[in-house]
């Protein structure tokens, strides 16, 4: 029986051994786990926010130690009391609290009028982009059909990721995708826990494959170019485009293609999934003043420290709205992974549009969910950054939009306080007609 019972114990402990090794080897899986499914708590969010990397796999967008910084020069001015969104006057810094804002920059020409950081938040946070790094990864597009790499926008993903063949890419095309217009089934809610936007974020928390996430998705909802419908895993796919073309990791051609071209002060942060892929659709953390300097890259025609950086024929085209009508009416027209005002602004002294500038090219943006946007005016020559941990993001709001619409029209307002109207904006504004992309 002594015999016995040691035995038994000899296996109890191995069994115990043998659950804290697999413990101690999947610990990190389990603490992202756990990070991720409360990265949106109300009294968490703020911090999140501001530190993804204790949350997520990262890799580090190193600035060039031998590039110059873009600096800013520093002309401080006041605050509008007041903003209009939908037609009504609103107080500004009421609509600042209720969206949750973390940080507010405000540019002219180089100059920043008002800078300003909340919620215990600092200058140099690197703050999550979300959907923001969408318009990072359209750049890197446009540069890549710069180098021949990609030879056209109409070509099939399928030509250069032959591992999507049999999902539901296979008969779309970088521009579909680009449109947001693939025409995949995906659930895209993101207070949905089982949604598939939520599913894959978990993938990316337990350190699971992205690649292998898309190519899972094989269901249609519609025939791809037909119809926008926003799809955040589209642009994981363009990051599987851009790799297979260059024979780069998306780290690498932000690394030295953008990111040490612009100017930026501090290094920026990538989240990946397990395989070292880069978490492309939503994972770039900078700071607010670096996320301004690629603003103005895009303000300023694909110029940045007195170089070309990407071409200016991509910065007009894929700012311009030309994507197809979205399948459930949204109001702001969107173009290649850069959104469009539902209102653009008008400039009246205008040679070119006088008092009829409804689809006005020259004004855009990058948005993210929870309140992240980097809004561009080239007519004003201005880029307002402003971040946010809205959690109430598609809540109901005050004026029945959007918070998404309501923002812009924020922008819009510091716009015409700041802008100088007097001056005739025909010569910033891009030229009317079509430009042919190879």
Do not use: C
């Amino acid at each position: 029986m002594g015999a016995m019972m040691k035995w038994v114990m000899r296996i109890f402990a191995a069994l115990i051994l043998g659950g804290i090794i697999l413990i101690a080897l999947n610990w990190s899986q389990l603490q992202r786990l756990r990070s991720s499914l409360s990265l949106f708590d109300a009294d968490k969010i703020v911090h999140n926010f501001s530190h993804m990397d204790e949350s997520f796999l990262t890799r580090t967008i190193a600035t060039s130690a031998s590039a110059k910084v873009h600096i800013w020069d520093e002309q401080p001015q006041p605050l509008p009391q007041t903003i209009m969104i939908e037609g009504q006057s609103r107080d500004l810094q009421s609509f600042l609290d209720e969206t949750r804002t973390t940080s507010l920059l405000v540019i002219k020409g180089n100059d920043i009028l008002h800078e300003g950081y909340y919620l215990g938040t600092q200058a140099d946070d690197k703050r999550v982009s979300w959907s923001v790094s969408k318009s990072f990864v359209s750049a890197l597009i446009g540069l890549a059909l710069e180098r021949d790499e990609i030879k056209s926008l109409d070509d099939k993903v399928t030509d250069y990721v032959p591992k999507l063949a049999d999902s539901a890419y296979a008969d779309a095309s970088i521009l579909n995708v680009l449109h947001m217009a693939s025409g995949v089934r995906f659930d895209e809610d993101y207070l949905d826990f089982n949604s598939d936007i939520n599913r894959m974020g978990r993938v990316v928390a337990l350190g699971g494959s992205m690649d292998d996430f898309a190519a899972s998705l094989t269901q249609q909802a519609r025939p791809p170019g037909t119809g926008k419908y926003y799809v955040s895993v589209d642009t994981h796919v363009l990051g599987m485009v851009l790799r297979a073309a260059s024979g780069m990791s998306v780290h690498e051609l932000l690394e030295t293609r953008l990111w040490s071209k612009i100017g930026p002060a501090n290094d920026a942060i990538f989240l990946t999934d397990g395989k070292g892929v880069a978490f492309v659709l939503g994972g770039l953390n900078v700071t607010s003043r670096d996320y301004a300097r690629f603003g103005a890259l895009f303000r300023d025609g694909g110029r940045s420290m007195g170089a070309q950086i990407i071409p200016q024929k991509w910065v007009a085209e894929s700012t311009r709205k030309s994507a197809p009508p979205d399948v459930e009416g949204i109001a702001q027209d969107y173009a290649m992974h850069w959104w469009i005002p539902r209102n653009p602004m008008r400039y009246p002294n205008s040679k070119i549009a006088g008092e009829s500038t409804a689809e006005r090219e020259g004004e855009f943006f990058a948005n993210g969910i929870y309140g992240q946007m980097v809004y561009v005016n080239r007519a004003a020559n201005m880029v307002i950054v402003k971040t946010s941990g809205n959690i109430d993001f598609e809540g109901q709001t005050r004026s029945g939009l959007t918070y998404k619409s309501e923002t812009v029209d924020m922008m819009q307002s510091l716009v015409r306080h700041y802008a100088d109207f007097s001056q005739d904006f025909s010569e910033a504004l891009p030229e009317e007609s079509p430009l042919d992309l190879p």
